[in-house]
């Protein structure tokens, strides 16, 4: 039962760099989000997406993309990694947007932009 | 828009004791709230989830309650033990948004 499941767990990147974080959902889950949190902060959502082919921008999207061909998976693009952009990632999925829906979360990737 | 907030952001206490950690949010047309234990370094572990419809949830030596009315919720810990040290998130569901909105966390310490 794996859940959500977050590649890489870790990554150093230069500035300018790119590269894409990726995530997969084994649950049948139709809602799946990107989250960033910085030291000491809450989680602020980066983009999310209701089903596949379907996505929007949560509250803090600019320099990343996303796209969902699959129900499975949600992968985040980075373009032109800048140092801002260092933070922890995590991508979260749940089945549908009722009372009893519960979140679950991936392990996360700690990104560094040096 | 849904802004949820969490008091004390820090919070140290002996082991044996009872708490109470606060978590309010601005718009009571809630899905659910969710509760999560965050360890350092580490994922999100869901601890509690309590529906709008319900008043409070228990697992264990957890008890969260939910006053939508309000807009509060707070998570009380019995019995505090050294391994409860962790930050405590909580989340909602907005009914017209569908996505998570967290709080920063309280970053609870219980000292042996």
């Known amino acids: 039962n794996a859940g959500v499941t977050q590649t890489p767990k870790f990554r150093i990147l230069k500035i300018g760099q790119s590269m894409t974080l990726q995530c997969t959902q084994d649950m049948n889950h139709n809602y799946m989000y990107w989250y960033r949190q910085d030291p000491g902060m809450g989680l602020k959502l980066i983009y999310y997406s209701v089903g596949a082919g379907i996505t929007d921008k949560g509250e803090v999207p600019n320099g990343y993309n996303v796209s969902r061909s699959t129900t499975e998976d949600f992968p985040l693009r980075l373009e032109l990694a800048a140092p801002s952009q260092t933070s922890v990632y995590f991508c979260?999925?749940?089945?549908?947007?009722?009372?009893?829906?519960?979140?679950?979360f991936g392990q996360g990737t700690r990104l560094t932009v040096v | 828009k849904q802004e949820v907030t969490q008091i004390p952001a820090a919070l140290s206490v002996p082991e044996g004791e009872n708490l109470v950690l606060n978590c309010s949010f601005t718009?009571?047309?809630?899905?659910?709230l969710q509760w999560f234990r965050q360890d350092p370094g580490k994922g999100l572990t869901s601890l509690l989830l309590i529906q709008s419809s319900q008043r409070e949830q228990t697992s264990g030596r957890l008890n969260a309650s939910l006053d939508k009315s309000s807009g509060r919720s707070t998570l009380y810990i019995a019995a505090s033990q050294p391994g409860d040290s962790a930050t405590y998130l909580c989340?909602?569901?907005?009914?017209?948004?569908?996505?998570?909105?967290f709080g920063q966390g309280t970053r609870l310490t219980i000292n042996p």
């Open positions: 979260a999925s749940s089945y549908r947007l009722t009372g009893e829906t519960e979140a679950f």
């Open positions: 989340a909602v569901i907005s009914g017209g948004a569908q996505k998570l909105v």
């Open positions: 718009d009571s047309a809630i899905y659910n």
